[in-house]
Nanobody, 121 residues
Framework: QVQLVESGGGLVQPGGSLRLSCAAS????????LGWYRQAPGKQRELVAT????????YADSVKGRFTISRDNANKTVVYLQMNTLKPADPAVYYC??????????????WGQGTQVTVSS
């Protein structure tokens, strides 16, 4: 009923930039939170940044000042993560997350399939 499709991952040199995109589709009534999490090998999935329907944007301390989360102004079901000054600590699979309500009334959490970000010279 809901799909989150990510794009934009890849290989970048240290200090470089990438922009991730995630588009939510399906029988969606309302989206409360869109965000990005990441999971490196052997580590737990961790929050990177989220954006609420009210425009709040909490970030992980490790990415503050380097990453920016935003929603598409025209299409509120699309979220971006602009990642600048990428560091060797940033490589991971990045997952898009949404907390939303379906047209049927059910509210829940949904995840994308993940996109790999690799930082290497």
């Amino acid at each position: 009923q809901v799909q989150l499709v990510e794009s934009g991952g890849g290989l970048v040199q240290p200090g470089g930039s990438l922009r991730l995109s995630c588009a939510a589709s399906g029988s969606i009534l309302s989206i409360y939170v869109l965000g990005w999490y990441r999971q490196a090998p052997g580590k737990q999935r961790e929050l990177v940044a989220t954006i609420t329907s009210g425009g709040n944007t909490p970030y992980a301390d490790s990415v503050k000042g380097r990453f920016t989360i935003s929603r598409d102004n025209a299409n509120k079901t699309v979220v971006y993560l602009q990642m600048n000054t990428l560091k060797p600590a940033d490589p991971a699979v990045y997952y898009c997350h949404a907390n939303l309500r379906l047209r049927l009334g059910i509210r829940g959490d949904y995840w994308g399939q993940g996109t790999q970000v690799t930082v290497s010279s």
